[in-house]
């Protein structure tokens, strides 16, 4: 399969998802793998879950769209969900992270004029990721997405991943600053985790200079990390939280949430999307994050996370080409010393989806109900794949 019809900006693709059904999908050959990257993150109920499927059915048989010259119920019921799962006042929804990531920038922009700087920045990171479009591949920090596409998005400054130092001195530096906008854990750029102080660091900075601190869960949300949003692992409350990807189970949502610092800025008029929040999207979002909470799934991400390294650890000790098993929750990584690009078609030849990001580092992003047995089945294929490079 492929088609001539399509643009040719996702390269050549070999494999033709036909089916899923939990952590396992099958090709059009036939073939299962176990998918240990659920669609980039978004997949954490894994496929085909009753719960979003009944509440697509249902939605879809009863109202799919409506505009939101209307009030939405589903919509206004998952707002406030994660209203009390966050501890923030507001949100807004769209259809994708990189949607839901400009509104942030344009909150952080409203902040800025209404305190009288008419040319407001956001600090961003070295090695960061933040979407595709024109603003938010200008506040990514990485050359490769930037290029071809210049003139880039102004208002934004950039600083080193966990430096806090750094950010200190922009502080002293540059009048201009309004917000940090951060990934609690780098994702695309290779699952980096950082010092258990720098959220609050940030926190502190954002409160002395009175900036917004702005978080980007696109990737991190929903459980993924062993918490419903990463911030939670530590004592901060940021003011702007971004979050998509598990959000709905593959139902293209995404949302943008504010604490009293930047929820009121939004006026009639301010933004808007013709899909976002629509009903179908809510009622899959709602099916979503219900089940993540009553079926305690962000613990089983912390625990099956932990599981998972310690077994790679046991199975690669010794394994000269690894240098590093990292992460949390089931937002994992394997850092191996060369580029290792081609393991994906070893794994998928071995019946295992996996994503290989930052040109060396394995990304592992299973579905957050993944079993024991399956997590076993995942480490000893990969293992018998890396220790064979070795
Ligand atoms: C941290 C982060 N922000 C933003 C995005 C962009 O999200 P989307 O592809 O839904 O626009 C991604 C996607 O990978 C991401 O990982």
């Given at each position: 399969m492929?088609?001539?019809?399509?643009?040719?900006?996702y390269?050549?693709r070999?494999i033709?998802l036909?089916?899923?059904?939990g952590?396992?999908v099958w090709?059009?050959?036939g073939?299962?793998?176990?998918?240990?990257?659920?669609?980039i993150?978004?997949?954490?109920?894994?496929?085909?879950?009753?719960?979003?499927?009944k509440a697509i059915?249902?939605?879809a048989?009863?109202l799919?769209?409506?505009s939101n010259l209307?009030?939405?119920?589903?919509?206004?019921?998952?707002a406030?969900?994660?209203?009390?799962?966050?501890?923030?006042?507001k949100?807004f929804?769209s259809?994708?992270?990189?949607?839901?990531?400009?509104?942030?920038?344009?909150l952080?922009r409203?902040?800025g004029h209404?305190k009288g700087?008419s040319e407001p920045a956001?600090?961003?990171?070295?090695?960061?990721?933040?979407?595709?479009?024109?603003?938010t591949?200008s506040?990514?920090?990485?050359?490769k997405v930037h290029?071809?596409?210049e003139?880039l998005?102004r208002g934004?400054?950039?600083?080193p991943?966990?430096?806090?130092e750094?950010?200190?001195?922009i502080?002293?530096?540059n009048?201009n600053v309004?917000?940090?906008f951060?990934?609690p854990i780098?994702?695309?750029?290779?699952?980096?985790?950082?010092?258990?102080d720098?959220l609050?660091?940030?926190?502190?900075?954002?409160?002395d200079?009175?900036?917004l601190?702005?978080?980007?869960?696109?990737q991190?949300g929903?459980?993924?990390?062993g918490?419903?949003?990463n911030?939670?692992h530590?004592?901060?409350?940021?003011?702007v939280v971004?979050?998509?990807k598990?959000?709905?189970n593959?139902?293209?949502?995404?949302?943008?949430?504010?604490g009293?610092?930047a929820a009121?800025?939004?006026?009639?008029g301010s933004?808007?999307s013709?899909?976002g929040g629509?009903?179908l999207a809510?009622a899959?979002?709602?099916?979503?994050v219900?089940?993540?909470i009553n079926d305690?799934?962000c613990e089983q991400?912390?625990?099956?996370?932990?599981?998972?390294?310690?077994?790679?650890?046991?199975n690669?000790?010794?394994?000269a080409?690894?240098v590093?098993i990292?992460?949390q929750?089931?937002?994992?990584?394997?850092e191996?010393n060369?580029p290792?690009?081609?393991?994906?078609?070893?794994?998928?030849?071995?019946?295992?989806l996996?994503?290989?990001?930052a040109?060396s580092?394995i990304?592992l992003?299973?579905p957050?109900?993944?079993?024991?047995?399956?997590?076993?089945q995942?480490?000893?294929i990969l293992?018998q794949?890396?220790?064979q490079r070795?």
């Open positions: 492929g088609s001539s019809a399509l643009m040719n900006n390269g050549t070999k033709t036909r089916k899923g059904q952590v396992w090709d059009d050959q073939n299962r793998y176990l998918d240990a990257i659920s669609g993150a978004v997949c954490g109920l894994g496929h085909a879950h009753p719960a979003v499927t059915a249902d939605q048989a009863t799919t769209h409506c209307y009030n939405i119920e589903a919509q206004e019921v998952l406030e969900r994660l209203r009390d799962i966050s501890g923030l006042s949100l929804f259809n994708s992270g990189a949607e839901a990531n400009e509104a942030a920038i344009k952080a409203l902040f209404k700087i956001i600090i961003v990171m070295e090695n960061s990721f933040h979407g595709r479009t024109l603003a591949l506040a990514t920090g990485n050359r290029a071809g596409f003139p998005v934004f400054v950039r600083a991943f966990d430096d806090l750094s950010l200190k001195k502080a002293s530096n009048r309004v917000a940090v951060v990934e780098q994702g695309e750029g290779g699952i980096h985790t950082p010092s258990a720098y609050s660091g940030i926190r502190q900075l954002c409160d200079q009175n900036w601190m702005m978080l980007d869960e696109i991190t929903n459980g993924r990390t918490t419903y949003f911030y939670q530590y004592d901060v409350k940021p003011d971004t979050t998509a598990g959000l709905a593959g139902v293209p949502i995404g949302a943008c949430l504010a009293e610092k009121d800025l939004m006026q009639p933004h808007g013709t899909f629509n009903p809510c899959a979002g709602l099916a979503t219900d089940t993540i305690e799934l991400a912390r625990v099956m996370g932990n599981y998972l390294k310690q077994q790679f650890a046991s690669l000790a010794g394994s080409n690894v590093e990292r992460g929750g089931l937002m994992l990584a394997i191996l060369e290792c690009s081609d393991m994906v078609d070893s794994a998928a030849a071995q019946g295992l996996i994503n290989v990001t040109q580092v990304r992003l299973p957050l109900i993944m079993t024991t047995e399956e997590a076993d995942l480490v000893d293992s794949l890396i220790k070795a």
